[in-house]
Each structure stands twice: as structure tokens, then as C-alpha cells.
């Protein structure tokens, strides 16, 4: 059995919340697709897994609907079903940084093509590449000489760029792409004059370039936990206590306590 997973995004104004969030909700159930789906006044948030044939007909049916018709999505796959269940929330944001004067329905940053990403590391241009994921993300991996604030929710992104210098350029990343949607507003609006996002984030970074600049294994919030550049999984596990990466050697080490400690937590090294 393959599952297929994707992930995609749309900021756009919606309404009636209520009845989209039934219809769909009662369509991924009925065609056996697990994963999240949030919606809000300000767009949806899609990360699903399913057969096949059960992904092409969520997609079929999502472009039926014409604000939705020019969806992309990130694609991976994987041996079993990563999510338990099928839900449908609405929220506030369908990411949530809390700074109202973010408004990515009305305006967007400029995209960096993962191959002229890739370009600009290999000429070793002069620019601030920032990860704006959470800290315990960014020890799977990142990007070489990537800096980032050791986040410990998204909320806080606001107050750490306010310690960045504004001189250089800005490319900005995340794991698919959503958190630089509004990561990006904030710094224009914050005074930064050349902001550019990761278009598709690190996935579509894998999809298209493979993994060179990159050091380690990208996070994903499902059940797999981590893909490596070619998008498989690794099955490096999470930590319940630190949140930080175990890889499968790690896990037969003495030390290693699925519910107690992780090799890194028992010597006290995360930073």
C-alpha cells in the first residue's frame, strides 16, 4: 500500500465556515482521507493522506469549487496512513502569528524559486537566510548558515525579527511555505526593504533541487516525523520530552526512553 500526502495552502477571504467545513468533512470521510483541514475568514490549510485514488478525488472536488480551483499542492509519499483521523476546524488564522496589520488576503511578498535559492547559495551571495520555524523543527535540520530565533511557537517570530539587521536582503523559509506568507508581510511592513519566501518552503525545495545547502532532515507534523530530500521517511522519532530529533540509531541507545528522555535530554545538551 502507498499513501499519498499533500499539503497546500490558499489565502483568500471566506465565509459561511460552518457548511464548508460539513461538506468537507463528510467528502474526506467518505473517500477514506485522514489529516487536518483548517479554515478561517482568512483561507484554508490543507494536510492530507489517502490512497491514490482518493487524493485525486478530493482534489477533483476541491477545484469544483473556483475559489479553491488553483490550489497547489506539495506532494510525498508514505508506506502507511500518518494521521488517525479525518477533522475540519475553524480558527482565527489558519496559521496563527496574532499581528493584525498582517493581512496576506489583500497582499504578497515575492517568491525565491528554489532554483535560484540554490543558485544564490552556490555564488555565496551576501543575504540574511532566515528560518522561521520553531526551535525544536529546526534541530531535524536547516539550511547551512541559516539563522533563526530557537522559536518556541510561531507567535513569537514578531518580537525576534526586531533584532535583525535590515541591510541585507531577506530569504525566509518554513517546512511548505504558510508561516512565510504572513513572515514576510511582517517584515515589509516592519521597515525591511528586500523580502523574498521560499516558494513551497523546504518540500518543494526537495521536490525541485534535491537536498544540497541542506543539512539534516526536514520536520513534518504528522506520524512520520521527518523526510529526508527525497521525501521519504526516516524514521527518526520524535522526543516527548524536548521535541527534538532521535534518530534510529539513537533509539536502541540506553538512554533512550520514549516517554522519560532522548540521548540529548539525558546529558542536559539541548540549547
Not at 480551483?69 to 476546524?89: C, G, H, I, W
Not at 535540520?141 to 514578531?158: K, M, Q
Not at 504558510?178 to 525545495?205: D, M, S, T, W
Request: aromatic share 8%; net charge negative; with cysteine.
Amino acid at each position: 500500500m502507498q499513501i499519498i500526502n499533500i499539503a497546500g495552502y490558499k489565502f483568500i477571504p471566506l465565509n459561511q465556515l460552518s457548511v464548508l467545513r460539513e461538506r468537507l468533512l463528510n467528502h474526506c470521510t467518505v473517500l477514506g482521507c485522514k489529516g487536518t483541514i483548517l479554515l478561517s475568514t482568512e483561507g484554508i490549510n490543507i494536510n492530507l493522506a489517502g490512497m491514490p485514488e482518493s487524493i485525486v478525488a478530493i482534489k477533483d472536488y476541491l477545484r469544483e469549487d473556483e475559489r479553491f480551483a488553483d490550489l497547489t499542492y506539495r506532494e510525498s509519499f508514505s508506506r502507511q496512513q500518518p494521521f488517525n483521523f479525518m477533522k475540519v476546524k475553524i480558527k482565527k488564522e489558519i496559521i496563527t502569528m496574532g499581528v493584525d496589520e498582517v493581512k496576506p488576503t489583500e497582499q504578497r511578498a515575492p517568491n525565491i524559486t528554489p532554483a535560484q535559492l540554490k543558485n544564490w547559495l552556490d555564488e555565496q551571495r551576501d543575504f540574511t537566510l532566515l528560518d522561521t520555524r520553531n526551535g525544536y523543527e529546526v534541530r531535524f535540520g536547516t539550511f547551512n548558515n541559516a539563522v533563526h530565533g530557537n522559536l518556541s511557537d510561531f507567535g513569537e517570530f514578531p518580537e525576534y525579527v526586531a533584532t535583525l539587521p535590515k541591510e541585507k536582503p531577506v530569504v525566509m523559509f518554513c517546512t511548505g511555505g504558510i508561516r512565510c506568507e504572513k513572515a514576510a508581510l511582517h517584515l515589509l511592513n516592519a521597515g525591511f526593504p528586500e523580502v523574498l519566501q521560499l516558494e513551497g518552503g523546504i518540500l518543494n525545495y526537495f521536490a525541485e533541487v534535491g537536498g544540497e545547502h541542506y543539512d539534516g532532515e526536514c520536520f513534518v507534523f504528522d506520524q512520520r516525523i521527518a523526510v529526508n530530500a527525497n521525501l521519504a521517511e526516516t524514521g527518526t522519532a520524535q522526543c516527548l520530552v524536548c521535541q527534538g530529533p532521535v534518530t534510529v540509531k539513537e533509539q536502541k541507545l540506553a538512554s533512550y526512553e520514549a516517554t522519560v528522555s532522548c540521548p540529548v535530554c539525558a546529558t542536559n545538551t539541548v540549547n
